[in-house]
Structure formats: C-alpha cells, structure tokens
C-alpha cells in the first residue's frame, strides 16, 4: 500500500478531527425527537419552554393526495412556526384521530386507508401527552390541529388542562388562528386570485392540493391529477376541482398559516 505524503496525512487528520468535533455537536433542529434526553433538557433550562404538538391524521384526500396528508402537513408547519418564535420545539405528530363512524363507516371511512379513534381517547392522548411535558419543564403547550373535525376537542382539552393546572406554571393553547388561517384566511387570498369557491373546494380540491404541492409535493400525484376529469364527492373531492392546483398558490397559504400562528402563539404567551 502507497505511503501518503505528509501533508495529505496532516489534511486527512484535520478532516477527520473535523468531522468528529461535528457528530459531537447537538444537532440544530427545533425537533424533539431528533435531541437525546440531556440534549433536551438543556434546551428548556436554556429558554426553549414552548412545546407544539403537531396533530394530523390519516384519512382519505381523494385519488390524488396521499393518505398522510394532514400528518406532512402539520409536521411542516410546525416546524416553520417553531423556528419562526425561536423558543419552541417540535412534538411528534399525532396521527390517529377521529374521523367519524366505523360501524356503519361513514364519512371518510367509507375509503380504504382512514383511520379512526374515538374522541374520549383521543382527548386522553392529548391530555396524557400535556401532562408530560409540563412535568418536564414546558411552560407552554402548544396543539396545532390540522383538521377541522377535532377543533373543539382540542378546546375541550385546553380548557380542563388549564383548570387542572391552576397553580402550575404550566398553560396550554390551541390557537385557532392555525386552522382559521388554511381555511377560510386562505380561501380568502385565493378569491383575490381569481378562483372561486367551486373550485376552491373545501376537501382534497384546489386550496387543499395547493398546500400540499407546497409543504410535501411528493404525496400529490401530478401527472393523473393533470390528465383527469373533474372529480368529485364519489372519489372523496369535496366542493371544488384541485386540477388547476399548484405549489406556488400552496406557498401563499403557508405564509399566511405560518405567519399568523405566530402571533397568535407570542400574543398568548406573552409574559410567560
């Protein structure tokens, strides 16, 4: 074997060193599960005091958006927001939620892949999950929703945490602004756009497909969404026609969602 000349040995240590001083590092990531438990800790005792819990849930969005949708979604946003308050960190997403009636199915259990849980246990996960990271030292816990099925069991959850936790330091929040600002907010700017409500859609059409070709495009299948009829309620597309959807109109959603969670969470936090 060739001997290496001396500065390419003394190159090759420094990389090296390079590289070890840099797997050493806590990596810069506002996700919680990506830190080790001590890495975690030093967070909070640094300031990072606010905890979003990301929730989703897996549910049919038509034959052109996949199952995962609203889990990609909320993990993403939650994300952005979280870097974008600077004292906050990421939760892993919940994605079993309640989607309605297996016995008999209806709504979106009527479709193959839609997963469904009762409210009682879902609220007890939310709760149980609370309970943890106020233990830990989370001052603010934080429930972003990306479905518009649970918002009011996500108030209920809030309301008796809070009364539970008079006298702790700990508060928990569900601003509605986060679901306020991807529906109607953002139906909103998409009107000004030119489009109207029977193409915005309020399921799996225009608005929906927009924020996912923006936050996950791999989970929107372009090239039959682009040659297809317009679908409807049948094939799980409800109110409006996703085929003139694309990422750039997604992405003035996501500012607008991203944005005004932001304040919310300041505003609510505020002095905290």
Not at 32 to 49: A, F, K, P, V, Y
Not at 119 to 134: G, I, K, P, T, Y
Not at 242 to 267: E, N, S, Y
Request: proline share 6%; aromatic share 6%.
């Amino acid at each position: 074997m060739p001997c290496l000349p001396g500065r390419q040995i003394v190159a090759f240590a420094l990389l090296l060193l390079l590289a070890q001083a840099a797997c050493a590092q806590p990596p810069h990531t506002v996700q919680m599960q990506d830190l080790t438990w001590t890495e975690l800790r030093e967070r909070i005792q640094s300031g990072s005091t606010t905890i979003i819990i990301p929730i989703g849930g897996t549910e049919q969005s038509g034959p052109y958006i996949a199952l995962g949708k609203h889990n990609a979604r909320a993990a993403w946003l939650s994300q952005k927001i979280a870097e974008g308050l600077g004292n906050a960190l990421v939760a892993p997403v919940i994605a079993y939620v309640p989607e309605g009636s297996y016995a008999p199915p209806s709504g979106h259990m009527r479709f193959p892949g839609t997963i469904t849980v009762p409210d009682a246990a879902f609220e007890q996960v939310l709760e149980s999950a609370a309970n943890s990271f106020a233990v830990h030292g989370f001052r603010n816990i934080v429930l972003l929703g990306d479905h518009g099925g649970y918002q009011k069991d996500l108030q209920r959850v809030v309301a008796h945490l809070n009364k539970r936790w008079a006298s702790s330091a700990a508060r928990a929040f569900a601003p509605p602004e986060y679901y306020a600002a991807s529906s109607a907010g953002y139906d909103k700017i998409l009107r000004r756009h030119g489009f109207h409500d029977d193409e915005i859609g309020t399921h799996a059409a225009l608005a929906d497909t927009s924020l996912q070709l923006a936050v996950a495009p791999q989970m929107v299948r372009v090239d039959k969404l682009h040659g297809a009829g317009k679908p409807g309620a049948a094939t799980g597309v409800y109110g409006g026609d996703p085929r003139r959807a694309t990422a750039a109109l997604g992405q003035l959603g996501v500012d607008l969602i991203v944005r005004q969670t932001i304040q919310a969470i300041r505003k609510d936090t505020a002095g905290r």
